[in-house]
Every structure is written in C-alpha cells, then in structure tokens.
C-alpha cells in the first residue's frame, strides 16, 4: 500500500461514492475522522490482511487463529472487521473502506450459514477485490462429524454461488482448503509463503 496515510477527505470521498445518492451525515463524518488513526496500521504495515468469516463460538476462534498466523510475520498487520472499532453505522460502508485499503482479503470459509456471504459476492462482482482475494475452504471428514456443529450439512455445506466462487478462485490459485486446524494454520503459512 501507499505509504503515506489516507486523509477524512478521501475516506469521506470513498464513503460518498459507496452511499450512491445518499452522503455521510455530520455524525458519519465525525465518526470518520475518529477512525483514520485507528486504520493507520493499515497503511504502515508491510503487508494488510483482512481476515473474514463467520462470527459464530467456534468459528471466530479460528479466525484469531488465521489472524495470530498472518501477524507473526515481520511488518505484517492482520485483522477482522471487528478489531476497528470506531462507531461505524453502515456496516457495508465499514467492510467496503477497508477491503480497499487492505493489501489481501482473506476469507474462512466453513459453511453457507450466516458467516460472510454478503462479501464473498462482492470478491466476485469487483475485479478490485477477486484479485486481492484468497480463501481458506473448510473441507469436513464424515469421520469428525462430531466435531461439527449438527445444523452443518457436511455432504453440502456451501451454497451453490459459494460453490461457483470458490472454483474461480480455485482456477485463479487463491483457493486453499483445510479439514482441521493445523490444515488451517497450514493455509495461512502457504500463503505467506505464496506472498514473499
């Protein structure tokens, strides 16, 4: 990314552009200026990693496991959308900035439930974020299907747009897959490694 950190101004300039018709409210540009010094890890780092998935018990666990993984390495900065804290009050707004500014989006899939589906079609849909984009996807063994929270279909447990997604990234050699954790801490090092 750039060096130089980015201004309210072209935040507030994205943020606009993103709102279509509508514009920030006094209080969204408020909320703006607060945020800059807390995006500015983003900017200084090496190399950004924003990490998605779903937020459910076990599932966040794992991506603090993808996160903890991707920040060992020297002058890298990882985190969730969750991690910038400001009081943003459009959510699409929040999750639009930063997948700009980030240098990789890394996405941990498990499942078609909940989760992060609404960006996975953006990966697709904005050639600035498929480019950008590397998926770790979770593959399930019928024999740990203990293991598995019981609303899981494990024969079928994504959506046939995921499906669709995960090939194209698959032919873009961005699709990583894992059936346990190490697997999972194997994807984030292939793709440090992939990166350097």
């Not at 900065?77 to 999750?95: C, G, H, P, Q």
Request: proline residues 3%.
């Amino acid at each position: 990314m750039s060096d130089e950190p980015v201004t309210v101004d072209e935040l507030a300039e994205k943020a606009d552009e993103y709102l279509h018709e509508g514009s920030l409210t006094p209080e969204e540009y408020e909320a703006l200026k607060q945020s800059v010094a807390e995006l500015s890890p983003i900017f200084s780092a090496e190399e950004s990693y924003f990490v998605l998935g779903s937020y459910g018990k076990p599932e966040i666990r794992r991506l603090q496991l993808v996160k903890d993984r991707l920040n060992r390495q020297p002058g890298a900065y990882a985190f969730l959308m969750v991690d910038i804290r400001s009081e943003w009050t459009n959510t699409y707004l929040k999750f639009r900035l930063l997948a700009d500014y980030t240098d990789l989006i890394v996405g941990v899939a498990e499942h078609g439930q909940g989760g992060f589906l609404v960006e996975q079609g953006y990966f697709t849909a904005l050639e600035k974020y498929f480019t950008k984009t590397h998926v770790f996807k979770r593959e399930y063994d019928s024999l740990n299907a203990d293991a598995v929270d019981t609303s899981i279909n494990i024969d079928n447990p994504y959506s046939g747009m995921q499906t669709a997604i995960f090939d194209m990234l698959d032919d873009a050699g961005r699709l990583y897959q894992w059936t346990t954790e190490d697997d999972l801490i194997g994807c984030a090092e292939a793709l440090v490694r992939g990166q350097n």
